[in-house]
């Protein structure tokens, strides 16, 4: 009985079959990875811009933005910086967050016992992304 070796092409056929057979196999899954884990950064962003919120009602409760600065109806005030966010996706690279917010001015009227009442747009972006809040805004006057 005589024996026959493999052939170096088809060796190369049998690898392009099963190559074949494992592309559209392994396509699929890798596809929902990518499309879950940018699903899963929009959700993270919008943490982010949740807790950004708080910072800026924070700093507006502490006077750290002065009520000068607060902008009047139809006005517009900003941008105003903040520290970098750092977004954290599991499997991948931290991700570092430019993040600044904008104010304008959605409403004024007269209080009562003299207080300044006002509707705030604040602004909150991420690069281009951009998130909106409203803020109502009371100063009294001493």
Known sequence: MKKRSFLLLEILIAFFLV??????????????????????????????????????????LKNEIPWEKIPNKS??????PLPDAVIQLPGCSPKIIK???????RGKKPGPNDADLRQLGIYIHFGKDKYSFRLPAKKVFE
């Open 19 to 60: 190559t074949l057979c494992i592309v559209p196999l392994v396509r699929q899954p890798l596809s929902l990875y990518r499309s879950e884990l940018e699903r899963l950064e929009a959700m993270e962003k919008e943490r982010l811009a949740d807790w950004t919120f708080t910072e800026v009602k924070e700093m507006l």
């Open 75 to 80: 006005e517009t005030a900003g941008p105003f």
């Open 99 to 105: 993040r600044t917010f904008t104010m304008t001015g």
